[in-house]
């Protein structure tokens, strides 16, 4: 019933910028957040940014100042603009929305970033 699917990523050099793009295909009821996490191999799945239903932003420390959440709801999409990035950026990136409704919410399928040194 409801999709979220990721787009963006692909290798990039340090100092290089993307920007990822989550596009929901239904609506998602009873939104408190909508986040960013990202997991490297043999690490645990780490929450990078989130944005919450009223537009209030919260990143990692590792990030701040170098990456920027957003969403446009007229679009159905939310989107992470990643700048300066570093090779401990190295990921696969996952979009999550929750809702008061649904456990754990809802994911996207994830999409590789790699930088380069």
């Known amino acids: 019933q409801v999709q979220l699917v990721e787009s963006g990523g692909g290798l990039v050099q340090a100092g290089g910028s993307l920007r990822l793009s989550c596009a929901a295909s239904?609506?998602?009821?009873?939104?408190?957040?909508m986040n960013w996490y990202r997991q490297a191999p043999g690490k645990q799945r780490e929450l990078v940014a989130t944005?919450?239903?009223?537009?209030?932003?919260t990143y990692a420390d590792s990030v701040k100042g170098r990456f920027t959440i957003s969403r446009d709801n007229a679009k159905n999409t939310m989107y992470l603009q990643m700048n300066s990035l570093k090779p401990d950026d190295t990921a696969v990136y996952y979009c999550?929305?929750?809702?008061?409704?649904?456990?754990?919410?809802?994911w996207g399928q994830g999409t590789q970033v790699t930088v380069s040194s």
């Open positions: 944005i919450t239903s009223g537009g209030w932003t």
């Open positions: 999550n929305v929750r809702s008061l409704l649904v456990l754990d919410g809802y």
């Open positions: 239904g609506i998602i009821f009873s939104i408190s957040a």
